[in-house]
């Protein structure tokens, strides 16, 4: 009997499969792999903490056509091994994922054109039962934050883009690591209504430019009625990429 299930992202473009008792992935996902724009012909991607795939799945829908290479690096073999499951059932043969711990990485530094990551969220007071779960959202079981940014910079090769998704809470830590490594920082605040405080935020960044911060506009991921907005809509069902 299989202990895990196939879901679908992207309106049923993607199909994934993940545990049925541990970790699944959520909009967050989505949603960072909207924000990575500026990719070019050939261009390689790295996928930090990939967990069950949905990030590295949803750029590799978005950007098939573009002859990119998409690597995956997760800790717990039994996500990395769902989520090569799910790149092959979806024909991406140009998505692997590699289990191995960032503080022992077997891959070169400096050799990847864009560098991404949804890491683990430091919320100790929101637990999770599931042993997955709690590695994925923890910082118990997997290095700080720092450690995870400053990994991340050193896997992006020059004139490389760096995208984050993390808790509005952390934006002080994450601009506090990045400073001074990237530039072009831009933050995209994601709020839950328009007029609400984010809870969220993407962070872009760039390797060896000197362009200033630029705060972006907030996106609204529900209308008032609690529908998905326009914009949302067209990103978690029709796989578009984000504006900012």
Same mark, same amino acid.
């Given at each position: 009997? &299989?202990?895990?299930?196939? &879901?679908?992202?992207?309106?049923?473009?993607?199909?994934?499969?993940?545990?049925?008792?541990?970790?699944?992935?959520?909009?967050?996902?989505?949603?960072?792999?909207?924000?990575?724009?500026?990719?070019?012909? &050939?261009?390689?991607?790295?996928?930090?903490?990939?967990?069950?795939?949905?990030?590295?799945?949803?750029?590799?829908?978005?950007? @098939?056509?573009?002859?990119?290479?998409?690597?995956?690096?997760?800790?717990?073999? /039994?996500?990395?091994?769902?989520?090569?499951?799910?790149?092959?059932?979806?024909?991406?043969?140009?998505?692997?994922?590699?289990?191995?711990?960032?503080?022992?990485?077997?891959?070169?530094?400096?050799?990847?054109?864009?560098?991404?990551?949804?890491?683990?969220?430091?919320?100790?007071? !929101?637990?999770?039962?599931?042993?997955?779960?709690?590695?994925?959202?923890?910082?118990?079981?997997?290095?700080?934050?720092?450690?995870?940014?400053?990994?991340?910079?050193?896997?992006?090769?020059?004139?490389?883009?760096?995208?984050?998704?993390?808790?509005?809470?952390? !934006?002080?830590?994450?601009?506090?690591?990045?400073?001074? /490594?990237?530039?072009?920082?831009?933050?995209?605040?994601?709020?839950? @209504?328009?007029?609400?405080?984010? @809870?969220?935020?993407?962070?872009?960044?760039?390797?060896?430019? @000197?362009?200033?911060? /630029?705060?972006?506009?907030?996106?609204?991921?529900?209308?008032? &009625?609690?529908?998905?907005?326009?914009?949302?809509?067209?990103?978690?069902?029709?796989?578009?990429?984000?504006?900012?």
């Amino acid at each position: 009997m &299989n202990d895990y299930s196939e &879901n679908h992202l992207l309106d049923r473009k993607v199909k994934i499969y993940q545990p049925d008792d541990g970790y699944h992935a959520s909009s967050d996902a989505v949603l960072l792999a909207s924000a990575v724009l500026d990719v070019k012909q &050939n261009d390689n991607i790295l996928d930090v903490g990939s967990g069950t795939g949905a990030v590295s799945l949803c750029l590799a829908q978005r950007l @098939k056509d573009k002859g990119i290479s998409v690597c995956g690096l997760e800790i717990q073999p /039994r996500l990395a091994e769902l989520a090569n499951m799910s790149a092959a059932e979806n024909g991406f043969d140009f998505v692997k994922f590699i289990n191995a711990d960032i503080k022992d990485c077997p891959l070169p530094f400096c050799s990847f054109a864009h560098v991404i990551s949804n890491p683990p969220y430091a919320e100790k007071d !929101l637990p999770s039962p599931q042993g997955s779960k709690a590695a994925a959202h923890n910082f118990s079981t997997v290095p700080n934050l720092g450690e995870w940014i400053k990994f991340c910079i050193k896997m992006i090769r020059p004139q490389g883009y760096f995208y984050m998704i993390n808790r509005a809470a952390a !934006l002080e830590e994450i601009l506090y690591h990045i400073h001074g /490594r990237l530039g072009a920082v831009s933050v995209i605040p994601l709020c839950s @209504k328009e007029g609400q405080d984010a @809870k969220r935020v993407i962070v872009t960044a760039r390797k060896d430019s @000197k362009t200033p911060l /630029r705060i972006c506009r907030p996106l609204a991921v529900h209308a008032e &009625n609690g529908a998905y907005t326009s914009e949302i809509e067209n990103i978690l069902r029709g796989g578009k990429g984000l504006s900012y």
